[in-house]
């Protein structure tokens, strides 16, 4: 069954379909091209799973396909890859009126949204996200980026899907730690701002990480909601959108220092947040008891709650070239308790190393 939401961003709002099969409903998409010709970008692991489905179902319905196929990871969202996007839509002649479709998790997306912003100064793109992750979180907003060595995501622009299409069917084939690094998503929007859905996640984690369809469907939705309110009120960031940052000012240092790849972006967004807490803790925001809370359900989700010893020097370098810096000093998301995400600038320096120091201790 069939769930829609709209981000509602005036002449620029969009559908969010949710619900299984949805690869093969190609009247979701054709009233969103705005010729009958599509670059749909795509990697070596989604490739094979999905591919043919969705380009068989536009060819019927009458639309040209140019398949775009790049490697897979996070080490490949690159310059080079960007490139490999121009290389065929420039080979091929593609027009401003050719769509981009994403077809894959997070790095497709915000891939395949950069090249869009960036193609003859800006061409229609549409969002099919084909993980938990990027279902519930990056396919819907208009970011999008690639990496650069010295920080994640830094190069970009804010560029919104003329539709998003999350199949819930194509869960089915992700790998066991790419379902629970997107429940760290998931389970984010509890934290910020809906206390209610963090007491549901306690109830249902179990049969999230057993991928119960109903379960899945209903966290997605919610999470997909609480997004496209978001972001409906701040589309560029310039307040209350930092929330959705939850764990990431941690967890992109987490990134970049382990090196891209070697751990996913939720499982970093997982110990990121462990560290928030641990640091709104440190500053009288939460009691012992919602910080065990939390531990448990990321646990629960088979995310990781301790981070790698970076060392405090390399944290606090990495985190100064982060998106939300502002006068030199770093904005972090914390919690006033659960439901209720802050930005605070001013955290004092002593609080936030003595948390870092600990920062691969589980305590």
């Keep these: 069954m069939m769930q ?3 981000v509602d961003l005036g002449d620029r709002s969009y559908p969010i379909h949710i619900g299984p099969d949805l690869l093969r409903q190609a009247g979701l998409l054709v009233p969103h091209l705005q010729q009958p010709r599509v670059a749909i970008v795509t990697n070596t692991t989604v490739a094979p799973l ?3 489905t969705l380009q068989q179902a536009l060819e019927q319905a009458g639309v040209q396909v140019l398949p775009v196929v790049l490697p897979d990871g996070e080490v490949y969202k690159t310059w080079e890859s960007l490139n490999l996007i121009f290389d065929a ?9 050719t769509t981009l479709i994403a077809l894959g998790g997070g790095v497709i997306g915000d891939l395949t949204g950069f090249a869009a912003a960036c193609y003859l100064r800006g061409v229609p793109f549409i969002q099919i996200p084909t993980t938990l992750l990027a279902q519930v979180d990056s396919s819907v907003g208009g970011k999008t980026g690639i990496n650069h060595p010295l920080g994640k995501n830094m190069i970009g622009a804010f560029y919104q899907p003329r539709v998003v299409l999350a199949d819930t069917a194509t869960l089915n084939t992700l790998p066991d730690r790419e379902l629970s690094a997107g429940l760290a998503e998931v389970i984010k929007y509890g934290l910020i701002r809906d206390a209610a859905f963090f007491a549901w996640l306690e109830q249902n984690m179990t049969r999230l990480v057993e991928r119960d369809p109903a379960a ?11 997004k496209a309110e978001v972001v409906a009120a701040d589309e560029k ?7 959705l940052n939850l764990g990431h000012t941690f967890g992109h240092a987490i990134e970049a220092g382990m090196g891209y790849g070697n751990w996913l972006h939720g499982e970093a967004v997982a110990a990121g947040t462990m560290l928030a807490a641990r640091l709104s803790l440190a500053l009288g925001w939460l009691t012992a008891a919602d910080v065990q809370r939390i531990r448990t359900l990321f646990v629960q989700a088979g995310l990781p709650v301790v981070s790698p010893d970076l060392g405090v ?3 606090m370098d990495m ?3 982060d998106k939300k810096v502002e006068g030199g000093k770093i904005r972090f ?3 006033q308790g659960i439901g209720k995400g802050v930005i605070s600038g001013d955290v004092p320096p002593d609080v936030l190393k003595q948390v870092l120091a600990r920062a691969a201790l589980d305590d």
Excluded: F, P, W
């Design 4 to 6: 829609t939401l709209t």
């Design 50 to 52: 999905y591919l043919s």
């Design 89 to 97: 839509l420039l080979q091929h002649r593609c027009e401003r009126k």
């Design 216 to 226: 899945l469907a209903e966290a997605i939705a919610v999470s997909c909601r609480n």
């Design 237 to 243: 960031e310039s307040g209350q959108r930092a929330l």
């Design 313 to 315: 020097d390399s944290y």
């Design 319 to 321: 985190m100064g070239l």
């Design 333 to 335: 998301i914390l919690l």
